[in-house]
């Protein structure tokens, strides 16, 4: 039986997710993304009549919306000190699955220049402005003023960031741990409104 044409473009998205986490923006070509998903050239401009940058900016945003609604499960189900560890948890194991070679796809096209292709980066402003906007909602619901709330959601998602890029380069979790037990220590004691 022949798979489905949905089939071979899920695939070529969740190959490109993948190459951006391990090989970034500039490295993710169509044949990389075919070659480790077997998907028919053909399929490429018949799923992406954009070529690659269609094909890499629909990764982004589906890379995006998959880590949004776990955020949104993690913060809307736990207290935020939890949901940091949860969080922190799937990094961990992210990171030492892979042998430290996978990390965020939507950090990877955030620090490429990308001039060919703008709106890589306005993909990824747009999913971490989502990010930050579910984590500043979880801690204004736990009694945080909106404006601090705001300013320590901004905090979080640049500290995992850069805590990730830092494990990766390093092979090493102690940068997420560091940033996790700041974290820890940091958002419980923000002031919260009586």
Known sequence: MRPRQGDAR??????????????????????????????????????FPGGRTELINDAVVTAGTVMSEFIERLTHDNDPVTALDLFGSMWRRTLTDSD??????????????????PEFARAAADIFARWERLLADMLIRDGVPAPRARTLATLTVAAFEGAIALCRAQHDITPLDNVLDELRTLIPTAPRTP
């Open 100 to 117: 430290f070679r996978a990390g965020c796809p939507i950090f990877a096209v955030a620090v490429e220049t990308n001039d060919d292709a």
């Open 10 to 47: 899920r695939r070529m998205i969740e190959g490109a997710v993948e190459s951006l986490r391990v090989h970034g923006a500039s490295a993710t070509s169509v044949d990389r993304v075919l070659s480790a998903t077997g998907a028919p050239r053909g399929s490429v401009y018949h799923h």
